[in-house]
């Protein structure tokens, strides 16, 4: 038990006590005087003595009530708080369950999540709060009964999540707010954020008990497919044995099978060619983890994007760039006819009045319309004096010495880009388009919608740097890629504890393993991650901490609050109570 004070300023007020001292000596004193009349009355001196001696006494009775309250109601402006400790166990507990992926590890005949509802269903009381452990914390339910948290329990099915039992922790821990305990019920493999013990501590530091079940009961054999590596036309597998002894293991491939041996605790490599579609990986063993046991990998392009590249020369730079698309397929056009066949995107640069056939921009205005080809028109000297009969909706003005290119409108071939100085360019007026970056004013990159199709004007000339900058394969390949209308296949084969981006005002976290058709696109979500495979907890990760090995909690000490300044200030309204008491007995009011 001790004693504190919330607020030593509030002491001052014990200054108060000074002018009733002041007041009580400066009181005039009666002087006795002597009146022959009146003698009779004090004949007796003893008598008279006692009842002066009583008179002060009562009157002492006065300042002592008024010295008392003032000495109390100084002291309740300092905030007393009174300390002592107390065994606690708590209506209020909050519940974090772990229903990430590790919680579908099966624990002789019994998944750990139904080992973790069992020990809840049992622990619950009549104030309950519920933290599901995902890749982030999810707050299911919150000062719900008993009853209510066994019906939502028996609904609740395990995850293809990662887990974050810290932030789970933390968030429980906000939800308390000094009053109750918290229950981690969980296998303690946490696959994301910080370590446990931090959250534990910073709980601890609100004087919040963390109590930890731990469902993970035994060491159980696992090997499964951790990671993932995807080329336009190859897949590396990675394969990751967790056991103590060395593993032969079959891997299926659609109707491909190759056996591999894999060691103790090693990772395992495997490569093979992708095939159109949705294919499915599939390790056959034996294990206590199904879950990294499969993947299915999803490739819905057949094709290679067509690309014709026309010029007199064309730019080397974009040829070479071009090239380095593993999905592009490149065609060059031999002038002046342009092939008439079915390509997905048609690059024009360096060509001249005379380079093409009559007719040549009308029928590619036409492809663009009917969304037969999209057509990217890269800047070169000279290209003012054409005419793109409305192929591109652009009035050329004088050629301009340029400067640092500002981005005007992020897109997805220009995010994160780095265009660097321009030297010259074309100061242009855009018809009917939108500047995606600009330089003075003058647009630089634009686009322009023609019917169903698209048409870019790339105004970035080959005097600029820009050619010899990372950036500039990587803006041609995310370009090809938005007029194909294209994801690259790591863009659509995902990872469960991944955010999907679905528009500027909606995501959606992934966690569940499958194919799933989300915001027109299809796209196939794995696991895939080395931590939340890792089934048996290191002993040296829980060498401090202590389980329950039942569902039920130990009272433990808790130190408890007790402010005193209500108390104060009720006993300061008693005394002003008596001290009126008193005056009124006493007859003077």
Known sequence: ?????????????????????????????????????????????????????????????????????????????????????????????????????????????????????????????????????????????????????????????????????????????????????????SDLISSKGVPIDVAENLANA????????????????????????????????????????????????????????VKSGNVEPIVFELQNGDMEIKLDVKDDFEADNKIIITKPYKDKIKVLLVGNPPSRFLKAALNSIQEVELHIAQLPVIPKDDFDIILINN????????????????????????????????????????????????????????????????????????????????????????????????????????VIYYGIMDDSDFKLNPSFPVFWNNLIFHLADRLDLNEINLRTGSVLDISNTTSLNLDRAGIFNVADRKISVNLLNEKESNINLDKKETANKKFLNKAQLDPVRVNVDYKLERLLIFIVLLLVIAEFAYIKIRGEI
């Open 206 to 261: 609100k004087d919040i008990h963390v109590d930890f079940i731990n469902t993970a009961k035994k060491v159980r054999n696992n090997i499964g497919i951790i990671d993932l590596a995807l080329t336009p036309d190859s897949a590396n597998v990675y394969i990751k044995n967790y056991n103590n002894k060395d593993e032969t293991v079959k891997l299926i491939m659609g109707n491909e099978i190759k056996e591999l041996n």
């Open 351 to 454: 060509i001249k009045e005379n380079d093409l056939l009559e007719g040549s921009f009308e029928e590619l205005k036409t492809k663009v319309t009917n969304d037969e080809s999209d057509v990217i028109i890269a800047s070169w000297d000279g290209i003012e004096n054409l005419d793109f009969k409305g192929l591109l909706p652009v009035n050329f003005n004088k050629k301009n010495t340029g400067g640092i290119i500002q981005i005007d409108q992020i897109t997805r071939f220009t995010k994160d880009i780095d265009f660097g100085e321009i030297k010259t360019y074309y100061d242009i007026n855009i018809n009917d388009g939108v500047s995606l970056a600009s330089y003075n004013g003058s647009s630089v990159i634009s686009s322009f919608h023609l019917g169903n199709g698209e």
């Open 1 to 185: 038990m001790g004693f504190s004070l919330g607020n030593t300023l509030g002491l001052i007020g014990l200054l108060s006590i000074i002018p009733l001292i002041i007041l009580y000596l400066i009181k005039p004193k009666p002087s006795n005087l002597k009146v022959p009349s009146l003698m009779f009355f004090f004949s007796n001196t003893k008598s008279t003595t006692l009842e002066s001696f009583l008179r002060h006494f009562h009157q002492d009775i006065l300042f002592y009530l008024q010295l008392l309250a003032l000495l109390l109601l100084g002291l309740s402006l300092a905030q007393p708080l009174l300390t002592y400790e107390k065994n606690a166990v708590s209506n209020n507990l909050v519940f974090v369950l772990d229903v990430s992926a590790s919680s579908k590890v099966l624990e002789d005949g019994k998944y750990r999540i139904d080992i973790a509802k069992d020990s809840i269903k049992e622990l619950s009381t009549s104030k309950n709060s519920l933290v599901l452990v995902k890749s982030k914390p999810v707050l299911a339910l919150q000062n719900v009964g008993r009853s209510e948290l066994v019906r939502y329990l028996d609904t609740i099915q395990p995850t293809d999540d990662l887990s974050d039992i810290s932030s789970a922790i933390i968030l429980g821990a906000e939800l308390i707010n000094n009053k109750g305990r918290i229950v981690v019920v």
